[in-house]
């Protein structure tokens, strides 16, 4: 994924066979995929439609059925397409009774997604559904104003030549106010790792275990 352009969401394939066993292993792909690209917000609903759909090829057209899953992003929504070689079993929605077990599968996808449909082919049909995202554009971030920031300051970290402020004058106010820029500095690029699927806490102690051997290194040589 590149930072500087943005966050790249390339289409993610995945061939299965549709049976009960599969779905819990899906699901986890699902969240771990969702929070490799920052869309930690839509993981619970994704899983569910997901869990949904491949129910769907289960019950209507067969335990043990080649099936592949394709998650995009398309514009500013998560698409979750399920392949099926079966163009004949068409989903439909049904207005289940409130104690049937069955039936409510496109009733909930209708209900969580922001649109869903049918493509029929000539060997397949294609379930799919888009859930909205909070994304500003395709490429872009969940993490509002501070993760904007951050890819700001990164980039500045990333140029060659860099042209650095003059230092802030002496005196306590001056510090201070430095100081709390800092560490909103900080937080901002906690939220930048934190759009990016990664663990802040980590982050911070491997920083910190930087910081703590410079400093040792520095003081071995000015002995």
């Known amino acids: 994924m590149s930072c500087t352009v943005g966050v790249m969401r ?22 771990l995929r969702l929070g490799l690209w920052g869309l930690h917000d839509v993981i619970d609903d994704a899983q569910l439609c997901l869990s949904e759909l491949v129910a769907n090829v289960i019950a209507h057209v ?31 929605l049904v207005d289940a009774e409130v104690n049937s077990e069955g039936g409510r ?20 049909k294609v379930t799919w559904c888009e859930l909205a995202t909070g994304l500003p554009a395709e490429g872009g971030h969940c993490g509002g104003l501070r993760v904007t920031r951050a890819e ?6 990333g140029r060659e030549r860099v042209l650095l402020p003059q230092p802030a004058r002496p005196g306590g ?7 709390a820029t800092a560490i909103d ?3 901002d690029l906690l939220h930048w790792l934190r759009a990016h699927g990664r663990d802040a806490d980590e982050a911070l102690d491997r920083a910190q275990t930087h910081f703590e051997a410079e400093i ?7 002995k």
């Open 105 to 124: 599968g496109m009733a909930l996808i209708d209900a969580i997604a922001d649109r869903w449909g049918v493509q029929l082919h000539a060997e397949k």
């Open 152 to 157: 700001a300051l990164l980039s500045m970290y």
């Open 62 to 92: 067969g335990v043990g059925t080649p099936t592949t899953l394709v998650v995009s992003v398309s514009g500013t929504r998560l698409r979750i397409e399920v392949h099926d070689p079966d163009a004949q079993a068409l989903p439909a």
């Open 216 to 222: 040792s290194e520095a003081e071995g040589n000015a």
């Open 173 to 179: 106010l001056s510090v201070a106010v430095a100081e």
């Open 185 to 187: 500095m900080i937080a």
């Open 10 to 31: 390339k289409p993610w394939t995945l061939p299965f066979v549709a049976e009960a066993e599969e779905v819990a292993s899906l699901r986890r792909l699902m969240r």
